[in-house]
């Protein structure tokens, strides 16, 4: 009986022994007990290897004569390896690929040989071992280096060697060696000559000779690889790194590798000159030139080739590609070297078709190459509609409340050129105090710098306009005080007083000003003079979030619910005795319908509220009859001046730690005292930064969470 057993034992432990074999941890065991091997042998009888010549553990229990012949074997071994132009070498994991996917990492462990041409595996580290696979290295491979993130999924460090046509995914357990093989790939690749195409190459003999045109036209004539082609293309005409392009650069659009989107790209070219409505595809084409910055030189190389030549020149069909190209030029620039062939190529076709639609387009472009810096957008629908006729489009300002103006901007206008242009349009340009633009909707506003393409702004407005519905909503182009720097010695009469009462009225609106109810009341009701004169019952009443700041509102009757709810006991624990296991669903039921109580009597009050506000509004709006509407806003900014932090300039910011904040804000305060003394008592007004409003006196901060506004 107990040899029954013991047989049974080795024939489950011979049988764990195959299963294990056939998930690959035996065989992963064994490659490991091999690696720590080679790792623990002597290290300096070759300085190619990676890991040391096949050597027992313990030395000194090896003969000497055996010594002798192992250490001679790993000499021969290094002779060979220098005649051989070996780099390095050593043991690596190799990825084993296969049609079933498994969820465990399937790798194999072979000898692998850097040599100064390829990187070569083997079955083993002899001599005479049987070659199982060669990656030939030139200037386009790449090495992705080994990343912590895999190393945590796979307990491997891992680097990936891309070719031509072969990828190998390279492991090893450390991450020094992994390194050093990383390194030493990559100076391989660096030693390589740059690859040329045909296409880099005919370019160079055209610079060479651009002054002789019949050696040109001889160029020309014989490489059909320079003109217009109606076949599909299979390969770019200018070199690419090998490997996918999220090895290169962020991939969040799902491109695959360089040479694949060149390819896409050419077919899309092809597919425009008989697409009825262009500029989906055209945005389409720049959208991938500006995410893939190496693809510009080859679609410009692409545009080049497709206008050169054509079957039918100047029809509707060779007009489609001059027209993507201006997009293209007004949008990014190519190098340096394109950048030659470009003009090269505009001066022979301005040559070539003088006095058509083909010369009128390569001079737009001409005179855009030397404007054009790179966009962060790619122009808009209406940007690509007015380009394509080679004209200026419209772009409409909004200032002093619903006051607008347009002009005319081009894809190269910045927004500080705009500023200028509406500050002698509006009679400003001896203002003291400092204007800006602002993108801006109903809840939002951001401040435009003055180096912003302003076609950026139009193009992020239409993307945006895409996901709104409501009008509301909308993005616009503002035309505001950025900096006070005279509040004071400003003309009643002139549109700068206008934008001052407009920015003071924001600045009440939004719940900057802390004033008590009733001064927020009457500033409403100027507004309303302002706005509609005298008090009539023909004119609808604007929205009361126009007039007075809801903020404030809100606050008030919140807490007055609150204090409601409490008083009448909604808070009180309740007496009923719960089931076992009811308790929490009990307890979160109830604070669920306390919840909704608590809300559905805000919204009430809030209402009856709005209600009682609006007609005390209109109330006080009746008692101004006859008030002018320069008297309004000279009324309303007198109301507004007597706030000792008017003047300053507001940003909204995202504040965490009020009492950090408001120390620093005490510390700046202080400081800002001791400089005023040193300047001889001179007045300096200082600039608040976000909804702290800093005065003389006091902190003002705005709760954004219960909209309470604390003066700290």
Known sequence: MPMRGLCLLLCCRQGFSLLGR??????????????????????????????????PDRPEAIPEEMRSLIIEKAKRKAVVAMEKGIFIQGWLFKEVRSSVKTPWLRVRKHWFVLTQDSLDYYTNNQLNAKRLGML?????????????????????????????????????????????????????????????????????????????????????????????TQKPLYAPLLPFPYGSVGHHFENTKGYTTLQDEAVKVFNSLQHLETERDPVPLIQGVLQTCLDLEPLRDEIYCQLIKQTSGPPHAGNISDL????????????????TTVLKYLRFHIKRSQDQFPETEIDKYAEFITDSLKKTKCRECVPSSEEILVLMQRQEMSCTIHYAGSRFCKITVNSHTTAGEVVQSLLVRLGLE????????????????????NDTIVADIITRFENLAANVDETEKQWKLSFKLYCFMDSDNVPKSSVEF?????????????????????????????RLQFTIRDFTTHVPLPRLQELFPLRALRARVRQS?????????????????????????????????????????????LKEETTALMAAIVEQWKQLQGMNQVEAMATYLNVVRGWSGYGATLFEVAVFRV???AQLMKIYSANHVR?????????????????????HHRILYIDSSTEETLTL
């Not at 790792?39 to 300085?47: F, I, K, P, V």
């Open 561 to 605: 619910v609150k204090v409601l709810l409490s008083t009448n006991g909604t808070n009180t624990k309740s007496r009923s005795a719960f089931l076992p296991g009811a308790l929490a669903s009990s307890l979160w039921s109830t604070s669920h319908k306390h919840r909704v109580d608590e809300e559905q009597l805000i919204h009430v009050r």
């Open 320 to 335: 489609r590609n001059w027209q993507l190209l201006t997009c293209m030029s007004v949008t990014f620039l190519p190098s």
């Open 675 to 695: 400089s005023r003394a040193r300047a001889g008592g001179h007045r300096t007004r200082p600039i608040t930064t976000g909804d702290l409003a800093n005065s």
């Open 136 to 228: 030939v290295l030139t200037r386009l491979c790449s090495v992705l280096w080994p990343d912590k993130c895999s190393y945590k999924g796979t307990g491997y460090w891992s680097i990936s060697v891309h070719g031509r046509k072969h990828r190998y995914q390279l492991y090893t357990k450390h991450l020094d060696e992994c390194i050093q093989w990383a390194c030493a790939i990559q100076s391989v690749i660096d030693c390589k000559a740059p690859m040329e195409t045909p296409t880099l190459l005919l370019m160079q003999d055209i610079e060479e000779n651009y002054t002789n045109s019949e050696v040109l036209e001889h160029i020309y004539k014989w490489n059909p690889i320079l003109q217009h």
């Open 659 to 661: 009492q950090e904040i």
């Open 22 to 55: 056939d998930y690959g941890e035996a065989e992963k065991a064994e490659e490991l007990q091999e690696l720590q091997k080679d790792q623990t042998a002597s290290s300096d009888l070759s300085l190619t290897q990676s890991g040391g010549p096949d050597i």
């Open 430 to 449: 001896q203002s003291r105090n400092w204007f800006a633009l602002f993108e801006q909707n109903i809840t939002d506003e951001r401040l435009v710098g």
């Open 498 to 526: 206008i934008l001052l009462f407009e920015q003071a009225h924001e600045m009440v609106t939004k719940g900057h000003f802390p004033a008590s109810e009733e001064t927020l009341q009457y500033l409403a009701a100027l």
